[in-house]
């Protein structure tokens, strides 16, 4: 919108909250991809197949998706932080944290993926 404001605005209709209709984007966009089933903002992202399903969605030339496995998550998480970074969206993920955690921070995670939405979207 124009002059800031809360990207997530357009998203919360008839009120609820932005973590839930963020989360309803996410799964609209990553639905019928493999390994893929975001239910949260902590362990559906633990394997990084999410972040790699939702970016490409938008850039698909950027992500290698059908050599993706779910045990492979340092190559997973690099290859969409990559990604992301290559089309102007910072990472604020720890690499090394994201692997080794089986529940990372929800709002690490949601702020993240609040900044996909916000360069793809808005």
Not at 8 to 33: D, E, I, M, P
Not at 51 to 72: C, M, R
Not at 79 to 105: H, K, Y
């Amino acid at each position: 919108p124009i002059g800031g404001g809360d990207p997530l605005a357009s998203l919360v209709k008839n009120g609820g909250s932005k973590r839930n209709a963020l989360l309803k984007w996410c799964q609209s966009k990553t639905q019928g991809y493999v390994d893929v089933d975001i239910t949260n903002f902590s362990s559906s992202w633990n394997d990084g197949m999410a972040f790699n399903a939702l970016i490409h969605g938008y850039v698909p030339d950027k992500i290698p998706y059908s050599t993706l496995k779910p045990s492979e998550k340092r190559r997973n998480f690099k290859i969409a932080f990559e990604a992301a970074e290559a089309v102007g969206i910072p990472s604020c993920l720890n690499l090394t944290e994201m692997v080794s955690i089986e529940r990372p921070d929800w709002q690490q995670i949601m702020t993240y993926v609040t900044n996909i939405y916000k360069h793809f979207e808005t």
